[in-house]
């Protein structure tokens, strides 16, 4: 079966130090890999994506993830916080042989002055 | 400007009513979704829709009914069978294309029914 997992649901880091949100997904399928954010009362916005190419993603604001195949995962990770991070995060990953996205259950991430 | 609209942004409703969610793209996607969120519980699928004409039950389509006669709207009607309806809706589309596809998001709506 098909799964996402966010292995945390909040994380708290001060401002100007590094974040690290996880994601882990089940699958034997290829997948298309996304993360996204979301700020209260808004729709998401896409931060990064991978489908295929190469392992580590650049987004948007300087945002990385880095797909590992060994391991099913796809953290996102920021060298340094700033308080218009916090946020809620999606990890969504699309499997190539389904016409659906899963999405993770979502981590909020609150960032500390 | 390419995108997904929503209206609208809230709307309130008497327990009993029927009301319709609208929500319309001109990003020349094949596919549509609609996702209802609930605080602490992510996004669940309610419908999604590849082609126009077609659309396919998600994992809480009870008392919720769609439908797709344009390729730019997927209205989502919550009728008065849905138990708890009070929630944040979210549209979104998607190219369909198994490679390259991403979704695309609404604003959202925010749904109250008292």
């Known amino acids: 079966a098909q799964s996402v997992t966010q292995l945390d649901s909040h994380v708290s880091v001060s401002e100007g130090t590094p974040v690290l949100l996880r994601c882990n997904y089940s699958s034997s399928y290829s997948p298309s890999l996304f993360w996204y954010v979301q700020h209260p009362n808004k729709g998401l916005q896409l931060l990064l994506k991978?489908?295929?190419?190469?392992?580590l993603v650049k987004g948007i604001n300087g945002f990385e993830a880095e797909f590992k195949k060994s391991e099913t995962s796809f953290h996102l990770t920021k060298p340094s916080a700033h308080m218009s991070y916090a946020a809620e995060y999606f990890c969504?990953?699309?499997?190539?042989?389904?016409?659906?996205?899963?999405f993770g259950s979502g981590t909020k991430l609150n960032v500390k002055p | 400007d390419g995108g997904i609209t929503q209206s609208p942004k809230y709307l309130f409703r008497k327990e009993g009513q029927n009301v319709t969610l609208s929500c319309e793209q001109n990003?020349?996607?094949?596919?549509m979704y609609w996702y209802r969120q609930d605080p602490g519980q992510g996004l669940r699928l309610i419908y999604y829709?590849?082609?126009?004409?077609?659309?396919q039950k998600g994992d809480i389509a009870e008392g919720y009914s769609v439908s797709r006669e344009k390729k730019e709207s997927f209205p989502l009607t919550v009728t008065s069978a849905q138990k708890n309806p009070t929630a944040f809706y979210l549209c979104?589309?998607?190219?369909?294309?198994?490679?390259?596809?991403?979704?695309?998001f609404g604003p959202g709506t925010r749904l109250t029914v008292t």
């Open positions: 979104a589309s998607s190219s369909g294309q198994p490679l390259t596809d991403e979704q695309y």
């Open positions: 969504v990953v699309r499997f190539y042989n389904f016409n659906k996205f899963y």
């Open positions: 990003l020349n996607h094949d596919a």
């Open positions: 991978y489908t295929s190419a190469a392992t």
């Open positions: 829709s590849q082609i126009v004409n077609d659309f």
